[in-house]
């Protein structure tokens, strides 16, 4: 298997730590392949887009997600470092409302499944950090919600000390009490 797969707090949302090949001239790794995903995750999903951003230290990107045309991410960094967080948004869910983190970087080339039905989001921790996800539907920005990154229901400990810079639509974000979420 190239990678292993450890369950969060939060079962359905996953850590793969892939097998790196590496001596002294570098390293390579597999960092996608759908036959074995699907065989170590037990998922069968298609990812239809890929998307790369670059974030520079202390920017916090989220909590995305789309009430309509739901998206799963499988997220990784590729340079710097990112706390990576996922809230269950799932109303029926015995995990509603609960959030998981990890820190994805460069160097442990970790990757975070996060399933349809999650707020997904991250701030950076390192100068500058490189994200790339894979997503399972489209963007479609008429659906996208941003869930308020610092509310205290949801109480995310994001490792900063701090005020991380925010878009608009993220600093309006919605609390969980006010916020549109799924059945």
């Not at 069968?44 to 887009?49: A, I, L």
């Not at 790369?52 to 995305?64: C, E, M, N, W």
């Not at 479609?140 to 400990?157: A, C, F, K, M, Q």
């Amino acid at each position: 298997m190239p990678y292993s797969v450890t369950p969060t707090a939060i079962p359905e949302v996953l850590v793969l730590t892939p097998k790196v090949f590496g001596d002294a001239r570098g390293f390579f790794y597999e960092s996608f392949n759908s036959r074995d995903f699907s065989q170590a995750t037990s998922l069968d999903v298609e990812f239809v887009q890929d998307n790369h951003s670059k974030s520079s230290k202390a920017v916090l990107r989220g909590l995305h997600y789309q009430i309509r045309h739901p998206q799963g991410k499988l997220v990784r960094v590729v340079q710097g470092t990112v706390f990576d967080v996922a809230v269950d948004l799932r109303k029926s869910s015995p995990t509603f409302g609960q959030w998981v983190g990890e820190i994805l970087s460069a160097e442990n080339h970790a990757q975070v499944w996060v399933p349809p039905g999650f707020a997904h989001g991250f701030v950076v921790l390192s100068d500058s950090a490189e994200f790339l996800y894979k997503t399972t539907d489209y963007w479609y920005p008429e659906h996208e919600r941003s869930l308020l990154w610092n509310d205290p229901t949801v109480g995310i400990e994001w490792p900063i000390d701090f005020l991380p810079q925010l878009a608009a639509k993220d600093a309006a974000g919605k609390p969980l009490d006010e916020a549109e979420l799924f059945g």
